[in-house]
């Protein structure tokens, strides 16, 4: 299973982006499907999960702004970003977690200028 990642790029502080993970096959009994992000010089951290009943969570740094999404007929997972904050600035990875396997994307760059 490849997952790709897109929809990054470089916006204005209150701007909004929609990133998208586009998965090669069908994912079957997946656990969850998750955003996460890493800055320059930190770890990776979650940013958001949404579960086969299609209830979602978010980390409290974007709750209100962000929304994540799937499309099982488009195989495509999405992030809908708002209101968005020069903290934001990341490499934002999709991430797939299923029984078998953790299944990562590349990773798509996020610049928020202020």
């Known amino acids: 299973v490849q997952l790709q990642a897109s929809g990054g790029g470089l916006v204005q502080a209150g701007g909004s982006l929609r990133l998208s993970c586009a998965t090669s096959?069908?994912?079957?009994?997946?656990?969850?499907m998750r955003w996460y992000r890493q800055a320059p010089g930190e770890e990776r951290k979650w940013v958001a999960a949404i579960a086969p009943s299609g209830s979602v969570d978010y980390a409290d740094s974007v709750r209100g702004r962000f929304t994540i999404s799937r499309d099982s007929a488009k195989k495509t997972m999405y992030l809908q970003m708002n209101t968005l904050e020069p903290e934001d600035t990341a490499v934002y990875y999709c991430?797939?977690?299923?029984?078998?396997?953790?299944?990562w994307g590349q990773g798509t760059q996020v610049t928020v200028s202020s």
């Open positions: 991430n797939i977690d299923t029984v078998y396997k953790n299944y």
């Open positions: 096959e069908r994912i079957i009994g997946f656990r969850a």
